[in-house]
Every structure is written in structure tokens, then in C-alpha cells.
């Protein structure tokens, strides 16, 4: 059978998008974790490019070979993990949907998968991730304090240290929902963002690739904190044992936001200065984990929120 140079060159698009991904995937396993986030934008340009039909397809080829190189289990995981959010987003930037919209449906589709997979996780070895985490941090603190002993430092030195380890993982199992969701909004972030550029790199202007610069969370918002800080109150006043957890995790959720949103204030002023962009990934980096002023950059976000010092209201 003979085939066109249209179907041969489609087929030869799938088998590398394929190939590419099922890559990403196995070094994130391996090597460079972090990378196993972009694993379905590679699906979502070929959704994109030639219909959803092709996504679906390609991303479950390329689940069963993970799963032959692995484990079954790993394969399934990762078809769970990765296939509504790669669906999801082929479909919203196809049909040309609002950034802001697209944000918010792959964020909770990214969720959603997620808390799917920590629960089959559960039900296969019988505890919660949060039970196997702090198991996991006893172990971590047990090897510190033993090399501390080994350090010859003081009872006193080694309980101080003890006493703040142990508070730490105590915090970060309390935050794990809002973990959760950030990871899911970075993930959806993300893969929205990559597949945009590559879109837009062969041709494809239907893609509006979502600048960070231009980022702003929606008017309501402050509303819509202030009632979430006065449900945890009311937990309080009704004196549920549980209201401080939620009380933390809303107060890490809106830090984020507003964090997100000062940071994306410097950006559209770094643009404004005619900044390169290699210099602003610098500079931004630099406000995230150098520069201990976080809090500066969540007030300047709060702020952004009720002045709106970009103007996009008005030039809305």
C-alpha cells in the first residue's frame, strides 16, 4: 500500500512525539524529576496540529511502552496523571478559550487526576501518603541526629536541632492539600505555556500563549479570600478540631497567589525597561529564592489586586 507524503510525514510526527515523550518520562523517573511535568505538552501540540482523536491515541501508546520498560503499574500511574490535563488543554486552546478560563478548568483537571492517584496509592499499601511522609521524615530525622552525635555536639545543640526538624515536617505535613493544588497549578501552568510556544513556533496562531507578565488573579478574589479566612473562623467558633489545618492551608494558598501576582507586577515592569528575558528569569529567580523578601512581593500582589497598577481593567 502505498502511502502520500501527508500520512507519511503525520506518522512519523506521532512515532517522534511518542518517542520524545515516553523519553521526558523515563529520564524524570531516573534522572531529572522535575522534567516528568512537561511530559504531555508534546501530546497537546499533536492534538492540536491534528485533532483530539490523536492525542488520546499517542498518549496511551506511550503509556503501555513506559509500562513495558517499567512496571504495569508505573504505566497505568502515568496515563491517570498525565491524560485528562494533556485532553483538557488540547481541547481548550483548540476551541481558542480565555487563558484565565484554561487555567482554572486544567488546574482542577490536574487536581482531580492527582487526588485520584494518591488514592489508588492508598488502597494498593494500605496508608495514606501522608502517613508514608511521616514515616519518611522520622526516618530523615532519626540519620540527622545520629550524625550530629557522631559530630560531637552538645545534648542540648542536638535537641534544639531535633525540636526544629521535627516542627518543620510537622508544617509541611499540615500544608500538603495546598501543595497539592500549587503543583497542580504549576503543572497545568506549565504545559498551557510550552505547548503555546510550540504551537505558535510551527504556525499555529491559535494558541494564545498565557505571558506571566500579564497574569492577574480575577477582581473578586480579595472577596472570595476574606470569605475562606472567615469560614476558618467560624470553624474556630464552632471549635472543630481541624480548623487550624484549614486555617494554614488557606493562608499558604493565598500567599501564593498574591506572591504570583507580585511577581508578575516586576515582570510587566522588567518588560516595560525593555529587560531581556534571559535577565528577567534571572531577577525573578533571584525575588523567589535569594532575596528574603517574600512578604514585600505578596503585599505588592494584594496590593496589584485592589489598585490594579497595570491598568488592564481599564485597557480592557
Sequence with gaps: MKIDGNTGRKIAEIILTIGISTILMLLGMYYIPWIILLYPAPFIVLGVKYGLNYNIISIIVSAFFIGLVTDNTSGIFVLLAFSPLSVSLNYLIANRKKPLETMIITTLVSLASFLLILGLIKDMVGVSIVHQLDEFFTQTINTQIEGLKDMQMSHYEIL?????????????????????????????????????????????????????????????????????????????????????????????????????????????????????????????????????????????????????????????
Design 160 to 316: 534544639q536541632v531535633e525540636d526544629f526538624l521535627e516542627s518543620a515536617f510537622d508544617y509541611v505535613l499540615l500544608i500538603i492539600p495546598s501543595i497539592i493544588m500549587i503543583f497542580s497549578l504549576i503543572t497545568a501552568y506549565l504545559n498551557y505555556f510550552v505547548s503555546s510556544v510550540m504551537l505558535r513556533k510551527i504556525g499555529y496562531g491559535i494558541a494564545s500563549i498565557p505571558r506571566f507578565s500579564k497574569f492577574r488573579l480575577p477582581s473578586n478574589i480579595l472577596l472570595g479570600t476574606g470569605i475562606m479566612f472567615l469560614g476558618a473562623f467560624l470553624l474556630k467558633w464552632l471549635k472543630l478540631s481541624y480548623y487550624e489545618t484549614v486555617l494554614l492551608n488557606i493562608t499558604v494558598l493565598a500567599t501564593f497567589m498574591f506572591f504570583s501576582q507580585g511577581l508578575s507586577v516586576i515582570d510587566y515592569r522588567l518588560i516595560k525597561r525593555n529587560i531581556g528575558r534571559l535577565f528577567r528569569i534571572l531577577i525573578l529567580l533571584f525575588f523567589i529564592f535569594v532575596l528574603p523578601i517574600g512578604g514585600i512581593i505578596t503585599f505588592v500582589g494584594i496590593l496589584d489586586a485592589i489598585i490594579d497598577f497595570r491598568k488592564f481593567e481599564k485597557n480592557a
